[in-house]
């Protein structure tokens, strides 16, 4: 199905639009906004409000003055950069409200700049409302995706684990581990200065897939050699900080991304997926983003569907070229989609309504 730019009404309609997409009325928007900010694990209240404000009562006359076809794309962009941060954060591009700032940049100028239409028409173009490419512009499940960030905000990833023994069994004896305890002495004997004060000490984050670019560890400064040597110690007791002298241990986690769902696995642990994860939600966690059941059958299915959707829909014209209504309109696109005409016509609608 080929890629289509949605209609993108002006001025009222506009408003009328977007009010509707985040479920908010343009005359209380800010005070429910709030309320709706303050529950998120990350919020911006300041940022977030300021750019729901734009989007609600700045934009809708500029985008009603404005004659540009391109303006109007821009606009839209916005107002679904602004869709992302209000569902949550981790299942898109990181930190929407910064591409919704550059966007609002733009449209405040008036001046529709390529680079700016690029990134409008990649957000724009969908096959479906709210189908951005492969991925999903509206979670299908955005209470279990904000549950997962709330997790992880405060640290708690044992919901999704049933093995928490072995993490406790190894932490305990992480904390009376006298190599560790000798090894951080001396290295905090040899930087004092990198270690006074701070109460928390964290290793070098790790890249996505390790596939490390740039020069790798370095040594031309005091903060450097410390950061290096100490990632050092972390990789041996597999630590992802240590807080004043407390060792951190790494913890099995699960997390929404924006290119989907992390499962990191520690070392130290021995695994059985079946037994040491709660696989329900887990899976409900990843599919907050609407993705289908998959596998050579359901393949063969979808794909037999798509095309009688397809077919569907041209019949469908035909008919209203041939003004047919009613049981005439069903009993055309039922017939020329090769199905018997029982009279009951509830799977041709359903075939032209799904989405």
């Not at 940022?47 to 809708?60: A, R, V």
């Not at 955005?142 to 023994?165: D, H, I, S, Y």
């Not at 990632?231 to 240590?242: E, G, I, Q, S």
């Amino acid at each position: 199905m080929p890629l289509q730019l949605p209609e993108i009404s002006v001025g009222g309609g506009f408003l009328q639009r977007w009010s509707r997409r985040f479920e908010l009325s343009p005359s209380t928007w800010r005070k429910l906004a709030q309320a709706h900010f303050g529950k998120l694990p990350f919020p911006s209240p300041a940022t977030d409000l300021s750019l729901l404000g734009f989007l609600f009562e700045e934009l809708p006359p500029l985008v009603g003055r404005s004659e540009s076809a391109e303006y109007r794309e821009v606009a839209d962009a916005f107002g679904w950069m602004c869709y992302q941060f209000w569902q949550a954060e981790a299942a898109f591009p990181s930190y929407s409200q910064s591409y919704a700032h550059y966007l609002r940049a733009v449209l405040e100028k008036g001046v529709v700049e390529p680079r700016a239409l690029v990134l409008a028409r990649l957000i724009n173009r969908q096959e479906e409302p709210g189908r951005c490419g492969f991925n999903e512009l509206v979670l299908s499940d955005v209470e279990a995706v904000r549950q997962g960030e709330a997790w992880k905000k405060e640290g708690r990833f044992e919901p999704f684990l049933k093995a928490q023994e072995k993490y406790d069994e190894f932490a305990a004896y992480l904390e009376n581990h006298a190599g560790f305890r000798e090894e951080w002495a001396e290295l905090k004997a040899a930087f004092p200065r990198q270690v006074a004060g701070k109460k928390i000490i964290r290793r070098t984050l790790i890249p996505e897939r390790s596939w490390y670019q740039g020069r790798g560890a370095q040594f031309g400064t005091e903060a450097e050699q410390f950061q290096a040597i100490f990632d050092v110690l972390c990789w041996k007791y597999y630590l992802w900080a240590v807080e004043r002298d407390r060792p951190l241990l790494m913890k099995p986690t699960v997390a929404a991304t924006p290119f989907g769902t992390q499962i990191f696995i520690p070392g130290y642990l021995s695994f059985d997926a079946k037994r040491d994860l709660d696989l329900a939600l887990l899976s409900k966690l990843h599919r907050a983003r609407g993705a289908a059941r998959q596998g050579p059958g359901f393949s063969a299915a979808r794909q037999a569907e798509l095309t009688s959707r397809a077919k569907a829909k041209t019949l469908d014209a035909e008919a209203k070229t041939q003004r047919l209504r009613g049981d005439a309109r069903w009993r055309f696109i039922t017939l020329g989609l090769g199905k018997v005409d029982s009279g009951d016509y509830r799977e041709t609608r359903r075939l032209l309504a799904k989405k």
